[in-house]
């Protein structure tokens, strides 16, 4: 996500619009090749023990997490992203052996704050 930088995110907010009706994984690539992103070595599916959520699912708890950070922040969708992708909470998140990534919104919120 930070390599991606503030300036594509933007840019990939404020058409989400327009980009949810492409391809997914057209959009990624595209956006990965246009910031040189290199292949790395975070893997946390082949990690996990149990059911992978999908990243339809998991982008519905980020959604979750960022419209409750925006009430209390007073920030803009982009900032808050950012600032929530660099906490704590994401890397919980993102443990598919852990029950963090399914709880309840309210309390992955107060985890966050």
Not at 37 to 45: A, M, S
Not at 64 to 71: K, S, T
Not at 86 to 104: H, M
Request: glycine content about 6%; aromatic content about 14%; proline content about 2%.
């Amino acid at each position: 996500m930070n390599a991606l930088g503030r300036k594509r995110i933007q840019k990939i907010y404020d058409l989400a619009d327009i980009y949810h009706s492409d391809n997914i994984d057209k959009v990624s690539d595209d956006f990965i090749l246009e910031a040189g992103i290199c292949e790395g070595d975070f893997d946390n599916v082949s990690a996990a023990r149990y059911a992978v959520p999908s990243y339809w699912d998991i982008g519905k708890i980020y959604k979750r997490l960022i419209l409750g950070a925006m009430g209390n922040h007073k920030s803009d969708a982009v900032t808050v992203l950012i600032q929530i992708y660099n906490s704590f909470v994401s890397e919980k998140i993102q443990d598919y052996n852990s029950s963090f990534y399914y709880d309840n919104p309210q309390n992955i919120l107060n985890a966050y704050f």
